[in-house]
C-alpha cells in the first residue's frame, strides 16, 4: 500500500497523555476522540492537519500508558502513517493491532522537516521524501507483524482463524 | 548457556524448552484483566472475533478503578457495560464498587497473581506483578480481547537488563527512590522492548510494597516487565492467598543479559522527578522553593498499607499547610480498612487529609483531584507528563509518601527530616 502526505514534526517521548489526555477516555468513540488528538502537544493540530498527512517524531513515541484510544485518536483524525526513531512498545502493538501504519527509521527522522511531502510504500518501507528527493529505508518487520499487518491487525486476524477451525 | 527469568517464563508458556531473544512466541495466558477505560473498547473488539465465551471465567479480572466511583454519565456507561459482559460471560473475578480497589494493588491482596505466571492487562502499570516473579505487561484493549477469547497472547522475547542494588539504604529512602534513580540513570527510553531485573542484597531486604512500587515503574523506562525472583518474603506474602500450585522461575548463573548495571545506594537521598518525565530527578536535598498547591498520596505505585503507615508517621500530631489539599488514596478496601484499624486514618484527617474510596482518579486527571492551570502537585504517582494530572500548564512533582507528607505540611516540597 502506498500512501502520500505532509509532515508534522515532533520531538522525542511524545507520551500518550499529550496524544489523547485522559480527561476525554470516558468515551472510545474514534470520532471524538480525533477531535482532540494531540491536544496538549499542539492544540491547533486537528485544525491544520489534512487528511493523510503523516507525522514524524524522535525517540520512544507513545509512551506512557496503555490507551488504545491514542492510536485510535491519531488513525480516525485522519493521519496515515506514523514513522519514528522508536515506538514505545505498547503503543506499537496497538497500533500494529488496529492497522495504524508505523515504521522506525533515525535516517528519515533526521532528514525529514516539518512541511516535506512524503510517499511511502508500506511493503516495501521505503519512505521517498518528494520535497527533497531523497529516499530513507524503514525497518523491516518481522514476518509475523507482517502476517498481523496484512491481514488489517489482530482481530482479523483472529476472525480468519476462527473461520478456518469452523 | 542459561536462560534468564523471562525466557524461562515465555518457554514454558509456549511448549518451548528454549529460546532466543527476538523469537516471537505464542503463549498461554494465565490471567487477563482490564480496567473501567480499556474494557469497552476490548468487548467491542471481543464481539467482533465470532466467539461466543470468553477462554476461562476464572482468568479474567475486570476491575472499574479508574473513574469510579462513575465520574459522570459517559463513565457510568463504561462501567455498565463492564459489569453486564462480566454478567453474561460469567466471569468470576469482577470487582465491583465497594469491594474493588487499584488493580494492581487488589489483584495480589485477591491470591491472583502467582510466580511464574503470565498475566496481560489493558493497564501499562500491569508490570507491578514482576514482583512476584510473574511476567505482568500492558498491553492495550484489542490484545485485552484476543487474550480474553483465546487465552494466548503474541510476544516477542525481550532481551534482559539485570540491576543490581547494592548498599544500604538511609531513612526514608523506599522503594519510590530506587526506581526513581533507575529511570533518571537510564530514562524513560533506557529499557525499551527490555525486561528489567531487580536484584542485589538491597531488593532482598525489600518489603513486598516497596517491591512491587519498583516493578510498577518499569514501563517508565519503557520496560516490557520489571522482574524480581521470589523469596521467603514473596512466599510469605503469598500464604493463605494462594494455593501452592505455582512454579517458580529464576534466572540461571549463566544467563546472558543486554546488560548489567549496578548501583551502590548507600548514600542516595529521596528523589523527586520534576515535570515532565519521571526521568527528570534531583536527590531532595537539591530541591529548593517549589511551592505546591496539592500532595497526593495513594495509586498503583504507592497505595499500600506500608505506604500509608509511612505517610501517617510524618503527619502524626502534625497539620498541612493552610494553602495545601492533601489527598490520601488508600489501594483497596482491605488496605483502607486496615489503616483504619491502626488509627492511620485519624492521624491523616487530623492533619487535614481528605481520605478517598480507592480510585486511580486523580493519577491520571480523571477526577477527584483536577489542577488547574498554573498549579504544582507532589504525587506519589507515577507520571508527571504535561497534563497529567489536569490543565496542560499544571505540574506534577513524583515522591515517595514519606517525602509528599513532608511536603503538605511544609507547603513546599521538602526531606521528612524538615518536619520530623
Same mark, same amino acid.
Given at each position: 500500500m502506498k500512501l502520500t502526505g505532509d509532515v508534522w514534526k515532533y520531538g522525542d517521548d511524545i507520551d500518550t497523555d499529550v496524544i489523547i489526555p485522559a480527561r476525554y477516555l470516558n468515551t472510545s468513540d474514534p470520532e471524538e476522540l480525533a477531535g482532540h488528538c494531540l491536544e496538549d502537544l499542539d492544540s491547533e493540530f486537528t485544525e491544520k492537519m489534512n487528511q493523510g498527512d503523516i507525522i514524524v517524531a524522535g525517540d520512544n513515541f507513545g509512551c506512557?500508558?496503555?490507551?488504545e484510544h491514542a492510536p485510535l485518536a491519531i488513525k480516525a483524525a485522519g493521519v496515515s502513517c506514523i514513522i519514528a526513531n522508536s515506538f514505545a512498545r505498547i503503543f506499537y502493538r496497538n497500533a500494529i493491532n488496529i492497522g495504524l501504519p508505523i515504521m522506525e527509521s533515525k535516517e528519515a527522522v533526521n532528514s525529514i522537516t516539518e512541511g516535506d511531502r512524503l510517499s511511502v510504500d508500506l511493503d516495501q518501507g521505503l519512505i521517498k521524501n518528494l520535497t527533497r528527493a531523497e529516499e530513507y529505508q524503514a525497518k523491516p518487520f518481522p514476518e509475523f507483524m507482517q502476517e498481523l499487518i496484512a491481514s488489517g491487525g489482530l482481530i482479523n486476524y483472529l476472525k480468519k482463524q476462527v473461520s478456518n477451525n469452523d | 548457556m542459561g536462560m534468564t527469568m523471562v525466557e524461562k517464563i515465555l518457554a514454558a508458556h509456549s511448549g518451548r524448552d528454549s529460546l532466543e531473544p527476538g523469537e516471537i512466541v505464542n503463549a498461554k495466558l494465565d490471567l487477563v484483566l482490564g480496567n473501567d477505560i480499556t474494557t469497552p473498547v476490548a468487548i467491542e473488539e471481543f464481539e467482533k472475533i465470532g466467539v461466543e465465551e470468553v477462554f476461562d471465567k476464572d482468568k479474567i479480572a %475486570?476491575?472499574? /478503578?479508574?473513574?469510579?466511583?462513575?465520574?459522570?454519565?459517559?463513565?457510568?456507561?463504561?462501567?455498565k457495560s463492564i459489569r453486564e459482559f462480566a454478567a453474561e460471560k460469567g466471569i468470576t473475578n469482577y470487582f465491583e464498587i465497594g469491594e474493588m480497589g487499584i488493580e494492581h494493588c487488589l489483584l495480589p491482596e485477591q491470591g491472583l497473581v502467582k510466580p511464574g505466571q503470565i498475566i496481560i492487562g489493558a493497564d501499562s502499570h500491569t508490570c507491578t506483578y514482576g514482583a512476584f516473579g510473574a511476567l505482568g505487561t500492558g498491553v492495550g484493549s484489542t490484545d485485552m480481547a484476543a487474550g480474553m477469547a483465546t487465552g494466548e497472547a503474541w510476544f516477542k522475547v525481550p532481551e534482559t537488563i539485570k540491576f543490581v542494588f547494592t548498599g544500604k539504604l538511609?531513612?526514608?529512602?523506599?522503594?519510590?527512590? %530506587?526506581?526513581?534513580?533507575?529511570?533518571?540513570? *537510564?530514562?524513560? /527510553?533506557?529499557?525499551?522492548?527490555?525486561?528489567?531485573? +531487580?536484584?542485589?542484597?538491597?531488593?532482598?531486604?525489600?518489603?513486598?510494597?516497596?517491591?512491587?512500587?519498583?516493578?510498577?515503574?518499569?514501563?517508565?523506562?519503557?520496560?516490557?516487565?520489571?522482574? *524480581?525472583?521470589?523469596?521467603q518474603t514473596t512466599f510469605d506474602?503469598?500464604?493463605?492467598?494462594?494455593?501452592?500450585?505455582?512454579?517458580?522461575?529464576?534466572?540461571?548463573?549463566?544467563?546472558?543479559?543486554?546488560?548489567?548495571?549496578?548501583?551502590?545506594?548507600?548514600e542516595l537521598e529521596p528523589q523527586v522527578a520534576f515535570p515532565h518525565l519521571p526521568e527528570n530527578t534531583r536527590p531532595i536535598s537539591q530541591v529548593k522553593d517549589i511551592p505546591v498547591d496539592q500532595v497526593v498520596i495513594g495509586s498503583c505505585t504507592n497505595g499500600r498499607l506500608k505506604d500509608i503507615r509511612e505517610a501517617a508517621q510524618v503527619l502524626k500530631g502534625k497539620k498541612k499547610a493552610a494553602n495545601v489539599r492533601l489527598l490520601v488514596f488508600?489501594?483497596?478496601?482491605? *488496605?483502607?480498612?486496615?489503616?483504619?484499624?491502626?488509627?492511620?486514618?485519624?492521624? %491523616?484527617?487530623d492533619a487535614g487529609a481528605a481520605v478517598s474510596t480507592p480510585t486511580c482518579g486523580p493519577c491520571l486527571g480523571g477526577h477527584m483531584g483536577v489542577l488547574a492551570a498554573g498549579e504544582k502537585?507532589?504525587?506519589?504517582?507515577?507520571?508527571? +507528563?504535561?497534563?497529567?494530572?489536569?490543565?496542560?500548564?499544571?505540574e506534577v512533582y513524583l515522591a515517595n509518601p514519606t517525602v509528599a507528607a513532608a511536603s503538605a505540611i511544609a507547603g513546599e516540597i521538602v526531606s521528612p527530616e524538615e518536619v520530623v
Open positions: 506512557g500508558s496503555s490507551r | %475486570l476491575v472499574p /478503578d479508574h473513574f469510579t466511583p462513575n465520574k459522570d454519565i459517559n463513565s457510568a456507561g463504561q462501567t538511609q531513612p526514608w529512602v523506599s522503594g519510590k527512590d %530506587l526506581i526513581l534513580h533507575t529511570i533518571g540513570d *537510564i530514562g524513560v /527510553d533506557g529499557a525499551l522492548y527490555r525486561a528489567m531485573e +531487580f536484584t542485589g542484597e538491597v531488593i532482598d531486604s525489600l518489603s513486598m510494597a516497596d517491591r512491587m512500587t519498583i516493578s510498577n515503574m518499569a514501563i517508565e523506562a519503557g520496560g516490557k516487565c520489571g522482574l *524480581i525472583a521470589p523469596d506474602y503469598l500464604a493463605g492467598r494462594v494455593d501452592d500450585d505455582y512454579q517458580v522461575f529464576t534466572s540461571d548463573a549463566d544467563a546472558s543479559y543486554y546488560k548489567e548495571i549496578e548501583y551502590n545506594v548507600s488508600p489501594g483497596t478496601q482491605e *488496605i483502607y480498612k486496615q489503616a483504619m484499624h491502626e488509627g492511620l486514618i485519624e492521624i %491523616l484527617i502537585a507532589i504525587s506519589t504517582t507515577n507520571r508527571n +507528563f504535561v497534563g497529567r494530572m489536569g490543565h496542560p500548564e499544571s
